[in-house]
C-alpha cells in the first residue's frame, strides 16, 4: 500500500506538500477504510484551483518511468512550476509491502517530452540499496553488479532509471519486495472524465468500452447497474456480428445507446468499465468521480468503489458525500493552500460518529 507521498515543485506545488495515510485515528467505525494501519479509502476537498487534479497526476508521476502501462503522451508539459521551471521536481513515495517498508525517491527534470531522472535513491527496510545523483553511484552489492556495470550506469548519459534497469535486467528471487513494488505500480490507474477522458496505467492502451461490454457480453450486466445505482431502465438489442456500438431499444426501435444517454449516464458508462477493471489494481485514483452526478448518486457509487481491497480516492465538490455513514473523519481530506490533510487534523472538536460532518465543513469548522 501506498503510506506516503510528498511532491516538490510540481506544477502549482512549488513547495512540498506531503500526504501521509499511515496515521489513520483510533474511530471504531467504518473500519474496513483502514488496512493494515494504512487509510485505504477516501475523499479529497479543495477549493477550485486548489491543485486536487495536479496533486493526483503528481501521484502517478511514476508510473511514467517504473510502468509500461497507458500514459499521457503530454504529461511533461507544464511539468515544473512555472515560477521555478528550471529547477527540478522532487518525489518521495512511501510503501509498505509484503511486511516491509520502501521508501523511493527520486528528482526529475522535463525535457522534450521526456522525463530524465537526476538524483535516484531507494531504501529498503532503513538500508539503502541504491544512490545515484550528479557525482555518485552506489548499488548493493545484493544485485551481483560488476564494478563495471556500476561505472557504466554511472558514466551513461541518457539518465535512465536504476530501478527500471534493476527489475529489468537483474535476475530476482520470487517475492522480492522490488518485484512486489513494480507489481504495485504497473497496477496503479488514474482516471477522469469531463471534457473528455484521461486514464494512467493498469491498462496497455486505450479501450473502446461499448466494444469491451458486447465482447464480454456484458449488456445485461450494465443494464442491472444502471438500474441498481441510477434508477434507470434500458433494454439493450442484441448485436449484430461485428457491430461495436451498444443499442437500446425505444419501442421497436434500436438506436445507439449514445444518442440517447445524458452526460452523466455516459459517465456511469465509464464507471461501470472501470469497476469491471480494476478488481486488480492496487492504487486508484479518480479525478472528479461524480461529475455530472446526482448525489445519492455518488454515494451509491462511491459504496461500490470502497468495498474492495484496493486503496481507492477520489476527488469531488459534493458535501453530501461529508457523511460518517459512507467514512469516517480520517478519511476524508481538504487539499488548500499547499497542504492536504484529514479533516480530523484541522480542528479541535473531538469528531464522533454522531457529528453532521457536511454542516461542519460548511460552517466552517475546517477554516473553510
Not at 531504501?123 to 548499488?139: A, C, H, Q, R, Y
Request: net charge negative; with cysteine.
Amino acid at each position: 500500500m501506498l503510506t506516503k507521498f510528498a511532491v516538490k515543485n510540481y506544477r502549482g506545488f512549488r513547495n512540498r506538500i506531503e500526504w501521509d495515510l499511515s496515521h489513520p485515528s483510533n474511530y471504531t467505525f467504518n473500519d474496513d477504510a483502514i488496512m493494515d494501519g494504512t487509510v485505504k479509502n477516501g475523499i479529497i476537498y479543495g477549493p477550485n484551483g486548489a491543485g486536487k487534479s495536479n496533486f493526483g497526476l503528481a501521484i502517478f508521476d511514476i508510473a511514467n518511468h517504473l510502468s509500461h502501462k497507458w500514459k499521457t503522451p503530454d504529461y511533461y508539459l507544464n511539468y515544473a512550476c512555472a515560477s521555478n521551471h528550471t529547477e527540478s521536481v522532487e518525489f518521495e513515495y512511501t510503501f509498505f509491502l509484503g511486511g516491509h517498508t520502501l521508501l523511493y525517491n527520486y528528482s526529475k527534470v522535463a525535457s522534450e517530452l521526456k522525463g530524465n531522472i537526476v538524483r535516484e535513491q531507494l531504501i529498503i527496510d532503513g538500508s539503502e540499496v541504491l544512490m545515484k545523483d550528479k557525482d555518485t553511484l552506489t548499488i548493493s552489492e545484493e544485485f551481483g553488479l560488476a564494478a563495471t556495470a556500476v561505472q557504466n550506469l554511472k558514466d551513461s548519459a541518457n539518465n535512465i532509471s536504476i530501478v527500471n534497469y534493476l527489475l529489468g535486467f537483474v535476475p530476482l528471487p520470487k517475492g522480492h519486495t522490488l518485484l512486489q513494488f513494480r507489481d504495485f505500480v504497473e497496477n496503479m490507474l488514474f482516471f477522469r472524465s469531463l471534457d473528455y477522458r484521461e486514464f494512467i496505467g493498469l491498462k496497455e492502451g486505450g479501450s473502446n468500452i461499448e466494444e469491451y461490454i458486447i465482447k464480454n457480453n456484458l449488456a445485461n450486466d450494465f443494464s442491472a447497474y444502471l438500474k441498481e445505482v441510477s434508477g434507470q431502465e434500458y433494454e439493450f438489442a442484441p448485436n449484430v456480428q461485428g457491430e461495436n456500438t451498444l443499442f437500446c431499444m425505444m419501442g421497436d426501435m434500436r438506436i445507439p445507446f449514445q444518442w440517447v444517454a445524458s452526460t452523466g449516464t455516459k459517465n456511469l458508462e465509464l464507471q461501470y468499465y472501470w469497476l469491471k477493471e480494476m478488481s486488480n489494481a492496487s492504487f486508484v485514483f479518480i479525478d472528479e468521480f461524480d461529475a455530472f452526478y446526482h448525489h445519492e448518486l455518488s454515494y451509491k457509487i462511491c459504496k461500490r468503489l470502497f468495498e474492495g481491497n484496493n486503496q481507492v480516492f477520489v476527488t469531488t465538490h459534493d458535501t453530501f458525500l461529508l457523511s460518517n455513514d459512507l467514512l469516517r473523519p480520517d478519511c476524508f481530506f481538504i487539499l488548500r493552500n499547499n497542504e492536504i490533510k484529514a479533516i480530523c487534523d484541522m480542528t479541535g472538536k473531538e469528531l464522533r460518529f454522531g457529528h453532521n460532518l457536511e454542516k461542519l465543513y460548511r460552517g466552517g469548522t475546517f477554516g473553510l
